[in-house]
C-alpha cells in the first residue's frame, strides 16, 4: 500500500475560495487516496442544523459530490512538501486576475460552401478516386452539375461531389471540418451556456514544477437550454469547476489556447454528467483540464507528461492554434 511520505490537507471550494475539510471528511479522503482507491465517501454532520450530508469524493476527477442533490465542488490536496514551495514564489510578482464573460448564442451565419472551402472543380479527377463521401464514382454531366467533382482549397488527394459537398449536414455551426483529414474550414463555435472564466495566480507549485500555478476557475450558473442545445427549453443545472496550469512558458500557451476555446463556446455544454449520471447539466466538452495539483494522470493532476501534447491536440481537432 502506498503511503503519503507528508501530512496532507484536503480543501473544497465554495463561494470563491477554499475551505478545509473537517478532521472526519479529511481523514477519510486522506486514507483512500494513501490506498489508492478512486472513491470513497464521508457523512458531514452540520451543528447547527442537525443535518447530516453524505458526500462521495471522486478522486480521479477531483469532485465532492452531495449524495443527495448531485452538487459538485472542486476538491484538492497539499502536502506539506508543496505548501513549503510557496515561500519561493512570491505573490508580488504574479499577474493580476483577469476574467471572461461568455454569452451563448445561435450558429454564426455563413457563406456558401464554395466561398467557404475556396473548392474548384475537377473535371478530369484521377481515374481512381470517387467521391470521399458518398464512394460513388464521378460522371460529370452537363444537365447534373451536382456530379461534378471538387477539391476543397486545404485538401489533397480527395474530392467530393458538389452535390455532396452541398449537402446541409456538412456544416456544422458556421463551419466545415474535411470528412477524410479533418481540415477546418471557418471558426468552429460550440453550444456552451452562459458563463465565466476566472483566471488568477498562487504561489505554490503543481507537483513536478517549481514555479507559480495559474488557477482557472470556471462558473455557469442555472439557466434554460437554448435552441442550440440538447433539449430546448428545458433548465439546466450549473456548474462551477477549477482547474491549474503551471505558471511558465508551455502554461501560459496553452492558457492562451483555452481562452480562445472558451470564447468560441467549445470547452463546455450542457449533457449527461458521468460522474452523477444526472442529466440536462453543464459538462466538459472533451478538451481535458488538470483539476489536480498533484496525484499524477490517475487524479486529473500534475506531473504527467504528455498532457500538454494531448490538450494542444484536442484544441487542434477544434481549429483552436497558436
Known amino acids: 500500500t502506498h503511503q ?14 477554499w475551505h478545509q475539510f ?3 471528511g479529511e481523514a477519510a479522503v486522506e486514507s483512500a487516496f494513501s490506498n489508492q482507491e478512486l472513491t470513497c465517501e464521508s457523512t458531514f454532520h452540520n451543528p447547527r442544523s442537525g443535518r447530516q450530508t453524505v458526500y462521495k469524493y471522486d478522486l480521479q476527477k477531483m469532485e465532492q459530490i452531495n449524495t443527495e442533490t448531485g452538487f459538485q465542488r472542486p476538491i484538492r ?28 448564442r445561435p450558429a454564426a451565419q455563413t457563406c456558401a460552401v464554395e466561398q467557404l472551402t475556396e473548392w ?23 444537365s447534373d452539375p451536382s456530379e461534378t467533382a471538387v477539391k476543397f482549397s486545404k485538401c489533397t488527394g480527395h474530392y467530393f461531389h458538389k452535390g455532396c459537398a452541398e449537402n446541409p449536414h456538412m456544416m456544422q455551426r458556421g463551419c466545415i471540418k474535411c470528412p477524410i483529414c479533418a481540415t477546418l474550414y471557418g471558426v468552429q463555435t460550440g453550444n456552451q451556456p452562459d458563463g465565466q472564466m476566472g483566471i488568477s495566480y498562487r504561489p505554490d ?19 434554460m437550454q437554448t435552441a442550440e442545445m440538447a433539449n430546448p427549453g428545458l433548465p439546466y443545472h450549473g456548474t462551477a469547476r477549477q ?23 467549445l470547452l ?12 440536462n447539466t453543464v459538462v466538459w466538452n472533451g478538451i481535458h483540464h ?5 496525484g499524477g494522470a490517475s487524479h486529473h493532476g500534475y506531473p504527467d507528461e504528455t498532457y500538454f501534447a494531448r490538450v494542444r491536440e484536442e484544441l487542434a481537432a477544434r481549429g483552436v492554434v497558436e
Request: with cysteine; charged share 25%.
Open 4 to 17: 503519503s511520505q507528508h501530512m496532507a490537507k484536503w480543501f473544497f471550494w465554495e463561494h470563491h475560495s
Open 77 to 104: 490536496r497539499e502536502d506539506d512538501a508543496r505548501a513549503s514551495k510557496r515561500a519561493r514564489h512570491g505573490a508580488a510578482d504574479l499577474p493580476p486576475p483577469q476574467a471572461l464573460t461568455f454569452t451563448a
Open 120 to 142: 474548384t472543380l475537377v473535371p478530369d479527377p484521377e481515374a481512381d478516386k470517387d467521391c470521399a463521401i458518398c464512394t460513388f464514382g464521378f460522371e460529370p454531366s452537363p
Open 243 to 265: 482547474a491549474f496550469l503551471p505558471h511558465n512558458e508551455e502554461g501560459g500557451k496553452v492558457l492562451e489556447l483555452l481562452k480562445i476555446a472558451f470564447e468560441r463556446g
Open 268 to 279: 463546455f455544454t450542457v449533457g449527461e454528467s458521468i460522474t452523477t449520471g444526472r442529466q
Open 205 to 223: 507549485s503543481c507537483e513536478g514544477y517549481d514555479c507559480a500555478t495559474i488557477v482557472i476557475d470556471y462558473l455557469f450558473p442555472h439557466g
Open 22 to 24: 473537517d478532521s472526519i
Open 290 to 294: 488538470k483539476t489536480s495539483m498533484a
